[in-house]
């Protein structure tokens, strides 16, 4: 009996640490309340994602740093790793410890060609958690990420080489908790990151102004896929 006992406290103590690593919820007596808890910072939008040719594609706000990040949004994927999720529109996080490590998480259906209001926030400690159309859907853990200062990005990609994608990311606010007079619509940058390149480049997603925000589209030539190759699969402004 003591044995089992034992086994059954290894048990626990195992999916206490799965669950709190890759997704938790607040309803957990041991979770973090992120609800309760004052951003650092936060970026929102308008986000779309229309129906495009291909194996996948997502438009997703992003908080992080050169190494490390999260980002929420909109993913399609004919590939992705949970099955109830493959091949139709979902809501997920993708939690980036570092460049050689990441944590998915699907958190329930969206759609595509449909407009959410989605907000990201991040805590200094290390906790990012994200709000649908004014509804908390929930928060991940990233101790990389923990007193770092970190930058706000709104960011789409293609699947594949071929694939296409067409992202808008309308109505763009940050939040600065340090600088609250400056929460409104703020600017952006297309250097930080495009398609791989400091400036634009024929290989790359194309980037064009919607007024307050961004449309990010078109298709990219690299090798490999989106994990593999991000850089290259990826265009993204840096919100500021």
Not at 98 to 105: A, E, L, T
Request: glycine residues 10%; hydrophobic residues 40%.
């Amino acid at each position: 009996m003591k044995g089992m006992k034992k086994s059954v406290c290894l048990i626990l103590a195992f999916a206490l640490v799965l669950t709190s690593a890759l997704f938790v919820l607040p309803t957990k007596a041991w979770a973090v309340d992120y609800q309760s808890l004052a951003p650092t910072c936060a970026i929102e939008a308008d986000v779309t994602l229309k129906t495009t040719p291909g194996s996948g594609s997502h438009a997703k706000l992003v908080v992080g740093t050169a190494t490390a990040a999260v980002s929420f949004g909109i993913q399609y994927d004919t590939a992705c790793g949970q099955a109830e999720y493959r091949g139709v529109p979902a809501f997920m996080f993708e939690n980036v410890l570092s460049p050689s490590s990441q944590d998915y998480s699907w958190v329930g259906r969206a759609a595509r060609d449909k407009t959410f209001r989605i907000r990201l926030c991040y805590q200094k400690k290390g906790y990012v958690w994200a709000y649908v159309d004014g509804n908390y859907i929930g928060g991940v853990t990233n101790k990389s990420l923990k007193g770092k200062a970190v930058t706000m990005r709104a960011e789409a990609a293609v699947r594949v080489q071929g694939d296409k994608v067409d992202a808008s990311f309308a109505d763009i606010v940050p939040y600065w908790k340090s600088a609250p007079e400056k929460s409104e619509h703020g600017g952006w940058a297309y250097n930080a990151w495009y398609g791989g390149k400091r400036k634009p480049n024929k290989k790359a997603l194309k980037i064009q102004d919607i007024g307050y925000g961004v449309r990010i589209f078109g298709t990219a030539k690299f090798g490999g896929d989106w994990d593999s190759n991000p850089t290259k699969a990826t265009s993204l402004i840096q919100v500021y």
